[in-house]
């Protein structure tokens, strides 16, 4: 019913840069917020960044002066630009959304299959 589709993820040296990008399609009546979170292997699911519909952005501390978040709202669309990484950036990256449920009116969050980003040397 709602699909959020990740692309840009990939193997990259430490200080170099990747730009991710995710698109929400289905049946959404309307987005409240996207965001961005991260997975590394043994760890616990973690916040990157998120955007509202007003645009307001909230960052984790680890990527403050690093990372951006934007969107593009006709488009269903949100980028997170990773510049400066580090390898302790190695994560499966997930786009997320809460949105409003077209058939029933009611807020879910949904979640993309995830894009790895890799970073070493």
């Known amino acids: 019913q709602v699909q959020l589709v990740e692309s840009g993820g990939g193997l990259v040296q430490p200080g170099g840069s990747l730009r991710l990008s995710c698109v929400a399609s289905g049946s959404i009546n309307s987005i409240y917020a996207m965001g961005w979170y991260r997975q590394a292997a043994g760890e616990q699911r973690e916040l990157v960044a998120d955007?509202?519909?007003?645009?307001?952005?909230n960052y984790a501390d680890s990527v403050k002066g690093r990372f951006t978040i934007s969107r593009d709202a006709a488009k269903n669309t949100v980028y997170l630009q990773m510049n400066s990484l580090k390898p302790e950036d190695t994560a499966v990256y997930y786009c997320n959304a809460a949105v409003v449920f077209a058939p029933t009116f009611k807020h879910l969050d949904a979640w993309g299959q995830g894009t790895l980003v890799t970073v070493s040397s």
């Open positions: 955007i509202t519909s007003g645009g307001s952005t």
